[in-house]
């Protein structure tokens, strides 16, 4: 039961995880959380370390591809200048989104990732749909209300995870 906590991966944040890692791990697409993994839950536009990290992926041809529980409208303006495609409402940690992604853009599970900072839904989701999984730290460290809530459970299961697995370390 606590392995579908488990990330693959721990990676400080999503802009050290090079293309040369992915392509090193068979990856040539990225699966991504919005708020507090590509930017600040409270932000409406990236940073130019997104726009650095977004092409250098696509300079190697690794897709990104936003999977949010956010609404159409928040990752539309989040995204925008970066013309990433992106699927709102994706009820993590359910695996809808990330199945209706994987189907519309015609993506194997054994080549993409799912890159988050919560292990109740980003990594959850992943490990519910088969697939790998990087949980980053988040780019802030406030949150949402709603956050909040999974922030207090994610400590609970995070200590259980410590001790389970004692070579779970951030990279």
Same mark, same amino acid.
């Given at each position: ?9 721990? @990676? ?11 392509? %090193? ?11 507090? &993994? ?8 990236? =940073?130019? #370390? ?10 190697? *041809? ?15 303006? #989040?995204?925008? %200048? ?14 809808? *989104? ?14 993409? /990732?799912? @890159?988050? %900072?919560?292990?109740? &839904?980003? /990594? ?8 790998? =999984? ?9 949150? #949402?209300?709603? &956050? ?7 400590? @609970? /299961?995070?200590?259980?995870? =410590? ?9």
């Amino acid at each position: 039961m606590l392995s579908r906590f488990k990330p693959t991966w721990m @990676i400080g944040d999503i802009y050290t995880i090079s293309p040369q890692f992915l392509l %090193d791990h068979n990856i040539n697409c990225v699966l991504t959380d919005l708020d507090n &993994t590509l930017v600040p839950w409270n932000s409406k536009k990236g =940073s130019d #370390a997104l726009h650095k990290w977004l092409s250098e992926n696509k300079k190697y *041809g690794i897709k990104v591809i936003v999977v949010s529980n956010n609404s159409h409208k928040r990752i539309q303006k #989040a995204v925008q %200048d970066y013309q990433l495609p992106f699927v709102p409402r994706a009820m993590k940690p359910l695996t809808i *989104g990330i199945r209706h992604a994987l189907k519309e853009f015609n993506l194997q599970k054994r080549n993409t /990732v799912m @890159i988050g %900072d919560q292990l109740m &839904t980003d /990594v959850v989701a992943a490990n519910s749909c088969g697939m790998r =999984s990087i949980l980053v730290k988040p780019l802030v460290r406030d949150d #949402a209300w709603n &956050t909040m809530i999974n922030r207090y459970f994610e400590k @609970i /299961v995070w200590n259980k995870l =410590s001790k389970k697995y004692p070579d779970l370390h951030w990279k």
